[in-house]
């Protein structure tokens, strides 16, 4: 059997090393218009900061490896130009001799990948304007700012690969500047999030200009759609990619919804002959299982080593699902990233998402120190989403230092196997000091939505404040925290230890809301109400703190 695969970086490559341990006697050939193979894209930013000083590391292994180890064929600088799916043939040009061949499968897989999305923007051709999406346009970028040493950046897009370039720019003694052309930051975060996100970075300094996109790229600065001229000696374009779908529509293959590769849950295309994986496949969210194109390393690897299983399964003998296929089971987004001393992750459904899939949703924020304050615990802030209806766990995005990406696993975990709100906490996690809290923020997290879904102890989030006609605001700290530290706009200072005598200053017919720094004094005033007969009684998610961390910042 002849394997050809077209793209050689994660799926292409995970497709073809698979294939080989199946099936040692396989012709398996890979076509590549890039110069480089299997490298981790996910590491170019930091190429790019000097944190990675030899391009080499991110791209350990070449043509020859493949030869030597898995005997597949790696043919680089060679672009597969057409495929005829009568005759199971292709058509390659040599992109160094310009020369074209014609080669034949008997199986196809498509591992295309993506590219960069290009807006419409005037002087986008010029040489200090770039993406990054592969190792040339990091060494481009790096070489760029060695050669010409900019002053001044202009990064477009608030995604992950934004911010880690813009953290990578910043060595290099660049002042950066990131335009959004959406009102809010980060789009795999609600707006709460985002704001929160947002805050902590223009208190650490980095200017984030939102609801404007570039519109003319200059020699030494760009316009703006509001009409703002910014210095820009050099402009960095992170708005996103698109999949590369041009040969598999020419091959008259079936797209999804989104635009990308249909395949099935084995990877397979229209054409039963043609397999697909990475970022050029619509994949499909394992909760609502709707479509999704989620172009993320992760997945990637997943379903190339899927599509290479599938396509060499004949060879193989499996102990208890013998030639049985392999499925791909959905994703649910999970996706973190760095930036400065931040953690920023999220996994499920956000609550837009949820929302719009016509979930009855509870949500809840929860501040945790990752391990206890005596052992230098750093806060996190989890926001968690669940459906009141079946009690299940939907999603979570958490932004903090330390511990984020210990939890978001497990969060992505319990969401993958249906958890409900009441079985976080009983989950057995690890404990001792160095690492985490007796009750993990998981188990909190849990706790929460438990009590607000099954046990009346409501939450609300600060953005329903004004949304309750008639509600009273507690402010259950001490009188000092509430002048000293801001109130809740409204609220009545009432601490928690008075609450029992006051109890006649407030209406417990009126919607009542209660809150402390964080939520845990606000739980407690809560109880008392509650108890105490007051029929509609919620507490602040997050409390005061996520109150103030999430109120629009000023402009200057
Ligand atoms: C800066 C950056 C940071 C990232 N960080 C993360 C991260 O932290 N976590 C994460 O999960 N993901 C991350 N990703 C995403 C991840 O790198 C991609 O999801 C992954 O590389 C996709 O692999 P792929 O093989 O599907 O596609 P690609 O990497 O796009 O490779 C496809 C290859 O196919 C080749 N090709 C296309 N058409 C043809 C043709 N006709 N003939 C021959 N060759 C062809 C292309 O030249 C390309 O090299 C990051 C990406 C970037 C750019």
Not at 127 to 141: E, G, M, P, T
Not at 404 to 418: E, G, Q, S
């Amino acid at each position: 059997m002849r394997i050809v695969i077209i793209g050689a970086v994660a799926a292409g490559t995970s497709a073809a090393a698979k294939a080989r341990r199946n099936d040692d006697f396989a012709e398996i050939v890979i076509y590549e218009k890039d110069q480089d193979i299997s490298y981790s894209g996910c590491g170019l930013p930091y190429y790019i900061g000097d944190e990675i000083k030899d391009i080499e590391e991110l791209t350990p292994r070449d043509a020859k490896f493949f030869d030597e180890k898995y005997d597949i064929t790696v043919k680089t600088q060679h672009e597969v130009t057409h495929v005829n799916m009568i005759h199971k043939r292709l058509t390659i040009k040599n992109i160094v001799t310009g020369e074209t061949f014609n080669d034949h499968f008997d199986k196809l897989i498509l591992a295309t990948g993506a590219r960069p999305f290009m807006p419409k923007i005037d002087g986008i051709e010029q040489k200090h304007v770039f993406f990054l999406r592969n190792v040339q346009n990091a060494i481009a970028i790096k070489t760029f700012i060695q050669e010409h040493k900019p002053k001044t950046a202009i990064i477009a897009g608030t995604g992950f690969i934004g911010f880690e370039v813009l953290e990578n720019l910043l060595p290099w003694n660049i002042k950066v500047k990131v335009v959004e052309v959406m009102n809010k930051i980060t789009p795999n975060l609600d707006e709460d999030m985002a704001l929160l996100l947002e805050n902590k970075l223009i208190e650490k300094g980095v200017e984030i200009i939102k609801g404007t996109g570039i519109t003319e790229i200059h020699e030494d600065s760009v316009t703006l759609s509001n009409g703002k001229v910014e210095d820009a000696d050099m402009v960095i374009l992170a708005t996103g990619v698109r999949p590369n779908v041009d040969l598999a529509k020419a091959m008259g293959l079936r797209l999804g919804t989104t635009g990308a590769i249909w395949v099935d849950d084995t990877m397979r295309t229209s054409h039963p002959d043609v397999y697909a994986a990475g970022d050029c496949i619509e994949t499909y969210n394992s909760i609502t299982k709707q479509a999704v194109y989620r172009p993320l390393g992760t997945t990637a690897n997943k379903t190339g080593r899927i599509a290479g299983d599938n396509i060499s399964r004949d060879n193989i003998t499996r102990v208890n699902n013998a030639n049985g296929l392999m499925h791909y089971q959905g994703n649910l987004s999970t996706g973190i990233f760095k930036l400065f001393d931040l953690s920023i992750g999220s996994t499920g459904l956000s609550e837009a998402e949820a929302r719009k899939a016509g979930y009855d949703i509870e949500v809840i924020h929860n501040i945790k120190p990752h391990r206890p304050s005596y052992f230098d615990g750093e806060e996190m802030v989890i926001k968690a989403i669940a459906d009141r209806t079946s009690k299940q766990l939907l999603g979570v995005q958490i932004v903090g230092t330390e511990g984020v990406d210990k939890r978001l696993d497990v969060f992505a975990t319990l969401i993958t196997y249906h958890a409900k709100v009441d079985e976080l906490f009983h989950l057995d996690l690890s404990y001792a000091p160095p690492f985490s809290t007796t009750k993990d923020p998981v188990h909190y997290t849990g706790m929460i939505l438990d009590n607000a879904i099954e046990r009346n102890r409501k939450i609300l989030p600060n953005t329903e404040l004004d949304k309750l006609p008639g509600l009273q605001i507690i402010d259950a700290r001490t009188d000092k925290d509430y002048t000293k530290k801001g109130h809740v706009e409204n609220a009545i200072s009432m601490p928690h230890a008075e609450l029992r005598k006051r109890l006649n200053e407030l209406d417990p017919k009126k919607p009542v809301v209660t809150y402390c720094n964080k939520g845990t004094t606000g739980n407690a005033a809560q109880n008392i109400l509650i108890n105490r007969g007051f029929k509609q009684v919620y507490n602040l998610s997050g409390g005061h703190q996520f109150y103030k961390a999430t109120r629009v910042k000023k402009e200057k």
